[in-house]
């Protein structure tokens, strides 16, 4: 019984304290403009692209990221899974969409796309093996 409490207490810390990821545009420019935050947009194939998930692993979902993310980003994820059983709502596939034909017109995975709050591009970048704070770095100095 200790044990499972115990669990339950890392896994609610865990859930809390990580940055939730936005999906809706226009929510994210509206959040990034009351915290005058850059918008951190990232075109992901969750279930099928490798790279994709290297960076959700090795970047997004590390605390340091995380930590820094919460007051520094405004975060938002266009996902485009392939498998069935991960497919998006046809809204928001058709959303995902929308940000595809305007900040990934070649259809490139994983894509990073950092915005200013009003949605003008700073800068791109792929997949880069390297360190959580190496990204942010090069995000801030955009």
């Not at 609610?12 to 959040?31: I, P, R, V, Y």
């Amino acid at each position: 019984m200790k044990n499972l409490l115990y669990c339950i207490c890392f896994l609610s810390c865990t859930f809390m304290n990580g940055q939730e990821w936005m999906t809706n545009f226009d929510a994210a420019k509206t959040e990034a403009k009351e915290k005058e935050q850059r918008i951190v947009l990232v075109f992901s194939g969750s279930d099928w692209c490798a790279p994709c998930m290297k960076f959700e692993r090795e970047i997004w979902e590390t605390e340091v990221f995380q930590s820094y993310s919460r007051s520094h980003y405004t975060l938002l994820k266009a996902d485009f899974p392939k498998r069935k059983k991960n497919a998006l709502s046809q809204a928001q596939q058709k959303h995902n969409n929308m940000l595809a034909e305007r900040y990934n017109e070649n259809g490139f995975f994983p894509l990073v796309v950092i915005l200013d709050n009003e949605g003008a591009v700073l800068g791109e970048m792929g997949y880069k093996k390297t360190s959580p704070q190496a990204i942010i770095d090069l995000i801030d100095a955009l």
